[in-house]
């Protein structure tokens, strides 16, 4: 047998290079799109999260003196939560979360549930028997919480 190849499959693999070579710069202006098209659909989303924080509403979860959750109850008020997210319709992830706020007002523990806007209807309504939701006294805790260790530690002066 002979033949002019030094290694089997050399010619196939110089043919292939040969290929991609030759189509190089179309590759490069595909993968270019292609990554414009990813930044260009992060950034709109990006957008659509800071939209969907900036108009949230919150609600007070104030229960009453005999409340004491069965483990029943306690279960469907975490699937009751979990509506939250799905009422607020077609926004990512981050804009569409839910929180609970826990404040401290004149020696009472305040609660408070915050969600998107497009959900409050579902944020109203009540996720536990005896908890009353209160939509008008609810405004939203507005202290951030500063860490110095950590900021000294961003800056380097961090103390051992």
């Known amino acids: 047998m002979h033949t002019t190849d030094p290694l089997p499959g050399v010619t196939t693999a110089l043919n292939a290079a040969h290929l991609i070579a030759s189509s190089a710069p179309y590759l490069a202006l595909l993968v270019l799109l292609i990554g414009i098209a990813a930044g260009l659909n992060a950034l709109r989303r990006r957008r659509r999260a800071d939209a969907a924080l900036t108009d949230r509403v919150m609600v007070e979860l ?78 939203p805790p507005t202290h951030s919480v500063r860490f110095a260790l950590a900021q000294d530690a961003r800056r380097g002066n961090a103390r051992s």
Do not use: W
């Open 62 to 139: 104030v229960p009453t003196t005999t409340f004491n959750p069965r483990s029943e109850e306690v279960a469907r008020a975490g699937h009751h939560f979990a509506r939250i997210r799905h009422a607020a319709g077609d926004i990512p992830p981050r804009g569409a979360a839910t929180r609970l706020h826990y404040t401290v007002k004149d020696g009472q523990m305040h609660c408070y549930l915050e969600g998107p806007a497009t959900a409050a209807a579902v944020m109203r309504m009540p996720a536990y028997a005896e908890v009353d939701v209160r939509t008008s006294q609810a405004t």
